[in-house]
């Protein structure tokens, strides 16, 4: 999932017609001042960082001044929010607010789901573990979409007024459809404000979008990489040269995470890594990274990248490459690749250990390829995929007592 | 025996003309399955490999009896693609396509289900009823290699774990019945319980082996039905991705389905659950063999090599 910073979420639902308050992006103490002044002095300055609970954290200031913009914006800038280094702030009207609602739509699983609390404005997890009946859910068709109908009963049962009904219903069915198209995982509005005078305001937004929808999502597509994220925070330099060469040229994925171990992990699908990982650590041993890669076009290079950025990584102590058995690609051409590039980057596996777990046609050729890199070990035919584990383990120190 | 797939089931394949379809159509039919026709829009009128080709579905079933269509589209036309299949009246498909977006896997699915249909997919290697039919790449151009007919049904939610485990069972003696590679998105267009309800109301599988992983209610799902089900066939389960619960949750690896979200979608959880309603809980790959022996799983008759 791309989660985007609250300006980007907030031009969006802006572009889509939604009430969002006047606001913008602000580098400097000096800029968020300006911002503040235009917005005639009284303002919420916001740390834009893609993260949760920034309330707590200290990173929402309203300010009375354009002076008191620029010491907010001074003291959020450079620090660090929920992980995330500050590196602009959100200078933003202040709302007359009255009451606070929480809105947010989720697909995690099917079918897609609205979420609503007149409790808005706070932790809404707090409210989950303290009071769940205050929180109401509705399932939505896929299909039919969300009608204002149920939007009105979804309110209703939430505990809103009859004369407030009609214009927050609207308001759903308008941000559930922004979900919609902006191919969303995650749209969570926190608070939805109601005004002193009125009017219905979208003032917390965080949107969390589909990696798979994003070609079709130009407006963002640009930015993928970058805001992109990795175990929780931002990918770093080596990551990014994965996920910038997944963005260039399109075919096979390779999903690159950088963990805290020392046994590079270059193991092909989604179940045989999950597996695999679990192998190693059962053996006291810890991945350096985490890999998902899916075939397709590319996958030459975006291999080739993969292994350079597991090579570059400090600390790292040999090298697992570990497929499932291959149905439908050459054993032999990935191994070509593998010995081609290992020599290209100097390695010498009698120093730095690499085990190749790789089956399937072609595999005779493959074992001649082999043996061009000495000290290279290829699993013995049908060796089962826990020995593979067992031999990098034990190639890169043995087994370490039981996993921490 | 075997579920949703045999020799009998006449097929249709979409997006036919690409390269990937051309490949996967040629080991399909030298493996037995009936292929008997095509469709590429703007195409119709060609032939591949003997093969006519449509411009539309509905084309199609105007010329053929069909009953399942291997769906070849590029992700963002997978939805059209499947949408068309399902309203000219086709009652089976397998999607192969990965990375298609999550909202439109939501209107696959609510579709699928007001028509009375199964998608497998999308982002599956396919189905394989050994030595009768396959539909995807699964199996590759010799899927003798790792499927052996069986008794010994397999579902999984990554097909090169669908592979391994045909493998495994195959060195052990044990041949499959169907082999369903799911697809391993965080919305499935079927969710699992719906196979392994297939699976025990055949008669040719005597035990059913499933491939979980952490994140989406596919897990959850099987355990209630387990402990609702009139049937005792065994139930074997392989659950990976337990390193997930050393990381805070919502941490995602790259394989967004096998994401945790909630405790109950943690791979400890599962096993526990799946425990609970009597399924057999496997860690190693190396205990199936010992265990279908013991369960009485018939194993095949040939040499298993």
């Known amino acids: 999932m791309i989660a985007l910073t609250e300006d980007l979420a907030k031009a969006y639902l802006q572009s889509r017609g939604l009430p969002v308050p006047a606001g913008s992006a602000a580098a400097t103490a000096d800029e968020a001042a300006r911002r503040a002044e235009a917005l005639g002095g009284c303002a919420v300055i916001k740390a834009l960082v893609p993260a949760g609970r920034r309330g707590l954290a200290g990173a929402v200031r309203k300010v009375g001044s354009p002076t008191e913009a620029r010491e907010a914006g001074a003291a959020l800038l450079g620090s660090d929010v929920g992980g995330h280094s500050v590196e602009q702030v959100y200078v933003e009207a202040l709302e007359p607010i009255v009451a606070e609602l929480y809105l947010s739509f989720v697909l995690d699983r099917y079918p897609a789901q609205v979420i609503a609390s007149v409790h808005g404005g ?89 990696d798979a929808a994003l070609a079709r999502q130009p407006q963002w597509q640009a930015m993928a990489a970058t805001l992109a994220s990795r175990g929780g925070r931002r990918a770093n330099a080596r990551e990014r040269s994965v996920l910038e060469i997944n963005a260039r040229v399109p075919g096979a994925v390779f999903r690159y995470t950088e963990l805290d171990g020392d046994i590079g992990f270059f193991v092909g699908g989604g179940g045989a890594s999950l597996f695999q990982h679990d192998l190693m650590l059962a053996l006291g041993a810890r991945p350096a990274n985490h890999l998902d890669a899916t075939p ?41 690749l593998i010995v081609d590039h290992l020599k290209l980057r100097g390695v010498d596996p009698t120093r730095f250990p690499v085990v190749v777990r790789l089956f399937g046609p072609g595999e005779d050729r493959a074992r001649e390829i082999a043996r061009e890199l000495p000290g290279l070990v290829y699993m013995p035919p049908m060796t089962p995929i826990e020995a593979a584990v067992a031999r990098i383990v034990e190639l890169t120190g043995g087994p370490r007592g039981t996993a921490g | 025996m075997s579920i949703l797939v045999d020799a009998s089931t006449r097929v249709l394949v979409q997006g036919i003309t690409g390269a990937q379809a051309r ?47 291997l769906i070849y589209a590029p992700p963002y036309a997978v939805r ?47 189905i394989l009823s050994p030595g009768q039919c396959k539909l995807g790449g699964i199996g590759g151009d010799l899927p003798a290699r790792v499927f052996m007919p069986g008794p010994v049904g397999i579902v999984s939610r990554s097909g090169g774990m669908s592979a391994e485990l045909a493998l495994t069972l195959k060195a052990a003696g044990y041949g499959v019945s169907t082999a369903v590679s799911m697809g391993g998105d965080a919305v499935p267009c079927t969710p699992m319980v719906r196979y392994l309800a297939l699976f ?29 089900r009139n049937s005792a066939k065994p ?12 990381y805070p949750a919502g941490t995602s690896f790259g394989h967004a389905a096998a994401m945790i979200q909630d405790p ?42």
């Open chain 1, 122 to 210: 706070v932790d809404i997890e707090q409210i989950h573990r303290d009071h769940p009946d205050r929180i109401h859910r509705l399932n939505v068709d896929p299909v039919g979409g969300l009608r204002p109908w149920e939007a009105m009963r979804l309110w209703e049962r939430c505990g809103i007024e009859s004369a407030r009904l009609p214009s927050l219903a609207a308001l759903t069915v308008g941000l559930w459809q922004a979900f919609v198209a902006a191919d969303a995982l995650m749209l969570e509005i926190n608070p939805v404000a109601v005004c002193a005078d009125g009017r219905l305001s979208v003032v917390g937004a965080m949107l969390g979008v589909d």
């Open chain 1, 296 to 336: 397709g076009a590319g996958w030459k290079e975006k291999m080739a990248a993969v292994v350079d950025a597991i090579l570059a990584r400090p600390g790292v102590r040999g090298l697992l490459i570990s497929y499932n058995f291959l149905q439908l690609v050459n054993v032999d051409e990935r191994m070509r």
């Open chain 2, 23 to 69: 490949r996967d159509v040629a080991h399909c039919r030298a493996y037995g399955t009936r292929v008997v026709c095509g469709v590429t829009p703007g195409r119709g009128g060609m032939q591949v490999e003997g093969l006519p080709v449509y411009n539309t579905v509905g084309a199609a079933l105007a010329t053929h009896e069909i009953d399942a269509t």
């Open chain 2, 80 to 126: 059209d693609a499947v949408l068309e299949s399902l309203a000219a009246g086709i009652r089976l498909a397998v999607v192969l396509a990965e990375n298609v977006p999550v909202h439109d896997a939501l209107v696959m699915r609510a579709s699928a289900e007001r028509a009375g249909a199964l998608i497998v997919g999308c982002n599956t290697n396919g």
């Open chain 2, 200 to 228: 025990d109301a055949d008669p040719g599988t005597e035990a059913t082996l499933l491939f979980g992983e952490p994140g989406t209610p596919n897990e959850q799902e099987a355990a209630d039905w387990l402990a609702s």
């Open chain 2, 235 to 246: 139930v074997i389960a392989v659950l990976a991705g337990e390193f997930q619960e050393r």
């Open chain 2, 264 to 305: 109950r979608d943690t791979v400890s959880a599962k096993r526990q659950m799946l425990a609970d309603v009597g399924a057999h809980v496997v860690r190693r790959l190396g205990e199936l063999g010992p265990l279908l022996t013991r369960l009485g799983v018939t194993r095949a008759v040939e040499d298993a090599t």
